[in-house]
Structures are given as structure tokens and as C-alpha cells.
């Protein structure tokens, strides 16, 4: 019903940036709340960053305040996240989420639909 496609994940090294995108299709796009969660091996999904309908309202894990900004551009069905200065604990596979419920949330179990992740590795 929503597809959820993400791009941009690689390999780099502490201190790097990389930028992941979201495509969304099958849907309207524009009244979804967003999100990007991580996991890493052996670890839960975790929140990392959420930005609702408008843009206007941003959320951010404590670990990548700072580090990390989320965007999206409604025109084009995307949402990014730009990460910069890269920590080895950044290694993870990182998804990206949707849900058109009436709140904002950071808990993953609340969002509906979920890309296939793509690996974001941090190398020392």
C-alpha cells in the first residue's frame, strides 16, 4: 500500500558524512509523520530522528543532536537524513518509517510502514 525505498548507506570513516534518502510511493506522502530508526547487531530498533507533515516540527535521539539533520522535500515524495561527523556506534542498519496517525512518536511500534534499511558502517 506505501512503499518505502532508501538509499545512500555505505562505508566510511569516523568523522565522515553520509546522506540517506527515503522514497515514498503508493500513497500521498505529504500528511505522514517520518522517522529514522536504527539496529545494530545483536541490539533493539532504535528511535534516531522524526519530522512530521510540515517539516516544522523535528526530534532527534540525544546521541546525534548536533550530528545529524533530518529534512524532507513533499514535492518529491523524500525525506533525508544528513549525518555528519560519524562515530563508530553509528554502525547500524538504518530504516526509514511512516505512519499517518494523529500523534508524534518516537516509538518505533507506532509507525506502519518500514523501508528495507540500507547498512551505514563507521570504521575507526
Known amino acids: 500500500q506505501v512503499q518505502l525505498v532508501e538509499s545512500g548507506g555505505g562505508s566510511v570513516q569516523a568523522g565522515g558524512s553520509l546522506r540517506l534518502s527515503c522514497v515514498a510511493s503508493?500513497?500521498?506522502?505529504?500528511?505522514?509523520?517520518m522517522g529514522w530508526f536504527r539496529q545494530a547487531p545483536g541490539k533493539e530498533r532504535q528511535f534516531v530522528s522524526i519530522i512530521n507533515w510540515s517539516g516544522g516540527i523535528t526530534y532527534y535521539a540525544g546521541s546525534v543532536k548536533g550530528r545529524f539533520t533530518i529534512s524532507r522535500d513533499n514535492a518529491k515524495n523524500t525525506v533525508y537524513l544528513q549525518m555528519n561527523s560519524l562515530k563508530p556506534e553509528d554502525t547500524a542498519v538504518y530504516y526509514c518509517a511512516a505512519t499517518n496517525g494523529p500523534t508524534i512518536t518516537t516509538l518505533a511500534g507506532n509507525y506502519r510502514y518500514w523501508g528495507q534499511g540500507t547498512q551505514v558502517t563507521v570504521s575507526s
Open positions: 503508493g500513497r500521498t506522502f505529504s500528511n505522514y509523520t
